[in-house]
């Protein structure tokens, strides 16, 4: 990407969705709105999230998910072999139902109402995932653009069920490699139309590291299918990454983001821990750069940050999109200051800690405070330049 400032201001993904775009994307998947009818809608609302950004100084700017259901489970329309269920229809599935039972009544949210994406047949890529949501965006902006998809260990891990998935995949492993070759594509489609900057979403991986496979998870952990050690489970994680982004050159910047859950406004909920548990996995993935959430005390310090390989980029998340007080410009440049300890300006890319729409029915802001947290990045970031 060139001719960015430094210190470029983007976004981990997600803009609030409107009430009409909530009602339309449900009426989509009921099938009671055609697709023309449902873009028409969605593209509005698209061209609604690029204002909000450009006129809030985002440098790197992404659609705003705004056709998405969730980060991940839009992946059902664009490819065969995939049922949607909520995590109470998954309840009859799943092996260990007392834990399952658990996560559900842990969530603050009713199981109706978060859904997942299930394997129960062979995957087949019908349709891109994102790429049209890219050449769409690409028409009205002459703005660098970040693509959003959901990693590759996230899917391999919510989506394989063994009742529903074992006929077509008997492991995760099997799943793996088609999952890989799923997303493979997509980044080859997307780098090929001109897309300089793609983001894997992996929120997992905290889970894993700060949970370990007999406690309670949340949603994001969907059917509890793992290994015997979170060691086990993060290496396999390293390994389908580096699998996806093998041969892609310097033309595409690849990121990878990861928090500790976005689903909910009580900070109760949500993990705690520093991401020391998972730097040397980050050490060993060949990606360009880490979008890591630090404006919430749950992320620890920010020096572990100065252990990872020194060619690696920093997504710094400096504003909580969880809350409705918004942050202060010093709050963001002593964020910014503490890791140029550890990396130069160049190498430091600002944005929030997560989306500010995990689930189309439930954002967890409004539009206002989304436009004035953004804001307060931008202001940041022309102090930092001026400095």
Known sequence: MKNLPQFPVTVVGSLPRSRTVSRALRNRQRGRIAATDFNAIADEAVLESLKLQETTGVDIVSDGEQ???????????????IRLMTLAEMLDYVEDKAAFEQLLNALDVPAFALKNPVVDGKLARISPLVLNDYLFLKRHTTKPIKATLPGPYLLTRSMWVKRLSYEFYPDKESLGDDVVAVLRAELHELQKAGCQFVQFDEPVLTEVAFTGPHETHTFMCAALSEKSSPEEELNFAVELMNRVVDGINGEMKTALHVCRGNW??????LLRGSYDLLIPYFSSMNVDQFVLEYATERAGSIDVLGELPPDKEIGLGVIDPRTTEVESVDFVLDKVRALL???????????????????ADRPVNTTEIAAQKLGVIHAAAEILRSE
């Open 67 to 81: 056709r998405r259901d969730n980060f991940y489970s839009f992946i059902t329309e664009c490819i065969d072999g």
């Open 341 to 359: 300890k550890h990396r130069s300006p160049e190498q430091i890319y600002l944005n929030p800690d997560c989306g500010f729409g995990t689930f």
């Open 264 to 269: 909910s406004q009580q900070e109760e909920v």
